[in-house]
């Protein structure tokens, strides 16, 4: 049976299986476009990579190793993916998006299934 930090942890997982799957579809529609101001987007990496910085230094008590190192490197590919695309040039922004999706999806799927498996 699920405790609360399981279930919380399931549903947040879940979360980002969906966010993935939403930047998926808009990479797979070609609807993924540079934003008007770049510099936010940048920003948006930055904010992801001090996410994952911050999840591999300061790590949760009750999860095991596999479920942290899945967590920090998806949040720091993520992060450098979606800092690299005013960077690139406009027609691989939905590939890059689509990959951001894709990374969160497989960790949505990953960390799901690993809590699950802990409960």
């Known amino acids: 049976m699920l405790n609360n930090a399981n279930l919380f942890r399931l549903v947040s997982e879940f979360i980002l299986l969906l966010l993935g799957g939403l930047l998926v579809l808009l990479a797979a529609m ?3 476009g540079l934003p008007a ?4 987007l940048v920003g948006l990496g930055v904010i992801f990579l001090y996410w994952g910085v911050r999840a591999w ?8 190793r596999m479920q942290r ?6 949040l720091v ?6 800092a690299a695309i005013p960077y690139l040039p406009v027609r691989d922004t ?7 999706g894709g990374v969160l999806v ?5 960390g799901g299934a690993l809590s699950v498996r802990r409960a």
């Open 37 to 40: 101001r770049p510099a936010m």
């Open 30 to 32: 070609g609807r993924a």
């Open 77 to 82: 590919l993520v992060g450098i993916v979606v």
């Open 106 to 110: 497989l960790r949505g799927l990953i």
């Open 69 to 74: 190192m899945i967590r920090v490197g998806s």
């Open 94 to 100: 939905n590939l890059l998006v689509g990959i951001a």
């Open 57 to 64: 230094m300061r790590p949760e008590p009750k999860t095991s």
